[in-house]
């Protein structure tokens, strides 16, 4: 009963609160990314969309003014990486914070000795379990031209979120089954060690270098890559690749 209530809400939203053509339209020549893949394909991100700003509360920080050309650029590329695994993944969270630029935040961490460093980090972009998600509008407006280096900062953190669906952010999103978990963990730890190994070699990686920080990071770094340079992905990790593919059941490098 409750899902059928939840097709006939969908079949609503997209009938009353379309993304107008133009729109839409524009969308896809800015972001050519999202538009190499199939007419279909491009339909369902269409849709999917228009229901994820149904159901998201946008918000801009100090002053900014998210405009519909903006909410439509960020739901689009949230939405590419669960165009296979559905909208659902998304449900444990509701807003998103849009700045003008990137944000520098206070950290501190505690040492083994116990003492308390603190120290300032500049985020582009942040997921909170439960929420919200942060992002600069910077870096999400480039994204067509930093495509070409592998770089998204809302893929990067919506596959965050999607790691953080079972709780615990450790590069490992929820899996089917066991033996799932089993391979997806075997080929990440070998993925994740090759490359802080390359690293630590000072030679020139795909990835960006940040993406040795912790497993977590390196899955979300990868997962960029996957859907803006999918080719480049799978030439250099191509066991990776294939774990991302297989997971979002998407084969962006055969677009």
Known sequence: MLEWLKRRRDART?????????????????????ARRS?????QLRDMATLFLAAKEFTGAQGLRVD?????????????????LGLDWYDG??????????????REVVDEAGVVHAYEEELSGEAM?????????????????????GYNVVIHEFAHVLDMRDGTADGVPPQPDRAARERWTRV?????????????????TLLDPYA?????EFFAVACEVFFVAPQDLLAEHAPMYELLRDYFNQDPASY
């Open 188 to 204: 990440l730890s070998a993925e994740y060690r090759r490359f802080c190994d390359r690293v630590d070699a000072q030679v020139d």
């Open 93 to 106: 969270f509701k807003g998103i914070v849009v700045h003008a630029d990137a944000v520098v935040a206070q």
């Open 14 to 34: 997209l009938v009353r609160r379309p993304i107008p053509d133009a729109l839409w339209s524009s969308t896809l020549a800015r972001f050519a990314f999202l």
């Open 212 to 216: 040795a920080l912790a497993p977590e």
């Open 129 to 149: 379990h439960g929420g919200p998600v942060m992002l600069s509008w910077v870096d999400v407006m480039d994204a067509d031209a930093s495509a070409e280096v």
């Open 39 to 43: 007419d279909a394909d491009v339909a």
């Open 68 to 84: 519909d050309a903006m909410a439509v650029a960020i739901a689009a590329q949230a939405c590419l990486p669960v165009l296979k």
